[in-house]
């Protein structure tokens, strides 16, 4: 029984029955206890009247121990935690909450979500320390400055192969683009932008890292150099100078934070997006982003600061298949042919010049061009090298036979003389 009688208080509660047990003694006015307490006259005039009627009992709120008219049913609980542990496992609590209202046609709100997962030991709490970085401020336009890079991720879980996710979103309004490839390379790279620029027109600038695909680690040759160039260009660096693109370097990935956290979210969500839908190969997963981006970009998508899209069109003397492609010189021989990338090409027209360009484009397709003119060719066999059988040539050293004055044979003749002169004295 006499645990029936203790009155546990926090300590607002606490404050509250000191204070008005100083109203009751008369050592404090009404209005005064309600300013310390922030409460209206009327509140105060009531909880006082409670406390002479019930005692300390009466500062406790009377929902204390009582559930919310707004909660759950008892047993919808363990309903969603089994379903999350069959179906949703690893899935972060607003993600669950989202797919579980979209899929099952459950409403359950994320932060009772997290609650019940952390108490399940499903989730665990993790605050990450960062190091203090200036802030940067967005641009203000749409199109004005776009972050690009790759994600090497395994986005398919093992169900397909191994693909990597070229992202871009652009810095004032966080719109979305993307598309898987097979690596990060030069032509991922451009096809990528290609597609990019055909959805939403050529971007001011290019917010990218130092990767080798984005900016050359050689030295400028003697042919860059008389084109008045400060550094080496990458086929990037260069196609972006004929489309009018500032392509701007980051010193690290902080730098281009928003499109590191992009990653860092459909890492996360987009994993599990793709596998409930059982996506198992690049095409399927480039489909799959089609329909997903826009969903994307309407649920995190922010509007600009500034009005008015800064995306040039593309201009009708451009065609982006010869801009957005690997470009190399090379030297004609004397048979009329070329050699790019170990396959020999043979030309059909007459040329006055001594070097021909090669495109290898998106497609991978080649396309040989001179001073402009796209050029017939075809592809030939190099002709295998003659093997030439060494002839093996036995040469028979003949013995040497001194002449008569040379000193060795002096020396041996006197050899001899002397040893039989000494044999003849020993017998007589």
């Given at each position: 029984?006499?645990?029936?009688?203790?009155?546990?208080?926090?300590?607002?509660?606490?404050?509250?029955?000191?204070?008005?047990?100083?109203?009751?003694?008369?050592?404090?006015?009404?209005?005064?206890?309600?300013?310390?307490?922030?409460?209206?006259?009327?509140?105060?005039?009531?909880?006082?009247?409670?406390?002479?009627?019930?005692?300390?009992?009466?500062?406790?709120?009377?929902?204390?121990?009582?559930?919310?008219?707004?909660?759950?049913?008892?047993?919808?609980?363990?309903?969603?935690?089994?379903?999350?542990?069959?179906?949703?496992?690893?899935?972060?609590?607003?993600?669950?909450?989202?797919?579980?209202?979209?899929?099952?046609?459950?409403?359950?709100?994320?932060?009772?979500?997290?609650?019940?997962?952390?108490?399940?030991?499903?989730?665990?709490?993790?605050?990450?320390?960062?190091?203090?970085?200036?802030?940067?401020?967005?641009?203000?336009?749409?199109?004005?400055?776009?972050?690009?890079?790759?994600?090497?991720?395994?986005?398919?879980?093992?169900?397909?192969?191994?693909?990597?996710?070229?992202?871009?979103?652009?810095?004032?309004?966080?719109?979305?683009?993307?598309?898987?490839?097979?690596?990060?390379?030069?032509?991922?790279?451009?096809?990528?932008?290609?597609?990019?620029?055909?959805?939403?027109?050529?971007?001011?600038?290019?917010?990218?890292?130092?990767?080798?695909?984005?900016?050359?680690?050689?030295?400028?040759?003697?042919?860059?150099?008389?084109?008045?160039?400060?550094?080496?260009?990458?086929?990037?660096?260069?196609?972006?100078?004929?489309?009018?693109?500032?392509?701007?370097?980051?010193?690290?990935?902080?730098?281009?934070?928003?499109?590191?956290?992009?990653?860092?979210?459909?890492?996360?969500?987009?994993?599990?997006?793709?596998?409930?839908?059982?996506?198992?190969?690049?095409?399927?997963?480039?489909?799959?982003?089609?329909?997903?981006?826009?969903?994307?970009?309407?649920?995190?998508?922010?509007?600009?600061?500034?009005?008015?899209?800064?995306?040039?069109?593309?201009?009708?003397?451009?065609?982006?298949?010869?801009?957005?492609?690997?470009?190399?010189?090379?030297?004609?021989?004397?048979?009329?042919?070329?050699?790019?990338?170990?396959?020999?090409?043979?030309?059909?027209?007459?040329?006055?010049?001594?070097?021909?360009?090669?495109?290898?484009?998106?497609?991978?397709?080649?396309?040989?061009?001179?001073?402009?003119?796209?050029?017939?060719?075809r592809g030939v066999e190099p002709q295998p090298k003659a093997n030439f059988i060494k002839p093996i040539i036995k040469t028979v050293r003949k013995s040497y036979i001194p002449p008569t004055d040379h000193p060795w044979r002096s020396f041996s003749l006197n050899k001899k003389y002397n040893k039989q002169k000494e044999v003849f004295c020993l017998t007589k």
């Open positions: 029984m006499r645990d029936k009688d203790i009155i546990k208080m926090n300590i607002a509660e606490l404050k509250r029955l000191h204070i008005i047990s100083k109203v009751l003694e008369k050592q404090m006015k009404q209005v005064e206890a309600a300013e310390i307490l922030n409460l209206t006259d009327r509140q105060l005039r009531r909880i006082v009247k409670r406390v002479r009627e019930e005692g300390e009992v009466g500062v406790i709120h009377r929902n204390r121990g009582k559930s919310s008219n707004r909660a759950y049913p008892a047993d919808l609980k363990g309903t969603i935690l089994k379903l999350y542990q069959d179906k949703y496992m690893g899935f972060g609590p607003l993600l669950a909450s989202e797919k579980i209202e979209e899929i099952e046609d459950i409403n359950i709100s994320d932060e009772t979500l997290r609650l019940w997962l952390l108490d399940a030991g499903h989730w665990k709490r993790s605050r990450k320390s960062r190091e203090h970085r200036r802030w940067r401020e967005r641009k203000g336009h749409f199109g004005e400055m776009v972050l690009m890079d790759g994600s090497h991720h395994d986005w398919l879980e093992g169900r397909g192969e191994e693909l990597v996710l070229m992202g871009y979103i652009d810095d004032a309004t966080s719109k979305v683009y993307g598309q898987f490839y097979d690596h990060e390379g030069t032509l991922p790279a451009l096809d990528s932008l290609k597609k990019y620029i055909k959805k939403y027109g050529i971007p001011m600038r290019i917010y990218i890292d130092k990767h080798t695909t984005y900016l050359s680690p050689k030295k400028l040759t003697i042919e860059e150099e008389l084109k008045g160039l400060k550094k080496s260009q990458s086929q990037f660096e260069r196609a972006c100078e004929e489309l009018g693109i500032e392509v701007i370097h980051a010193d690290s990935p902080q730098a281009k934070g928003r499109i590191e956290r992009l990653f860092g979210v459909l890492q996360d969500r987009l994993v599990k997006e793709m596998r409930l839908a059982n996506i198992r190969s690049k095409e399927q997963a480039n489909k799959f982003l089609d329909g997903y981006l826009p969903k994307y970009v309407k649920k995190f998508g922010i509007r600009a600061a500034e009005e008015g899209d800064f995306h040039m069109p593309i201009p009708n003397h451009v065609n982006l298949e010869q801009v957005l492609c690997i470009k190399k010189e090379r030297q004609l021989r004397a048979d009329n042919t070329i050699s790019y990338e170990g396959d020999l090409y043979l030309i059909e027209d007459r040329l006055t010049t001594k070097t021909v360009m090669v495109e290898q484009r998106t497609d991978k397709s080649i396309h040989l061009s001179s001073n402009g003119k796209y050029l017939n060719y």
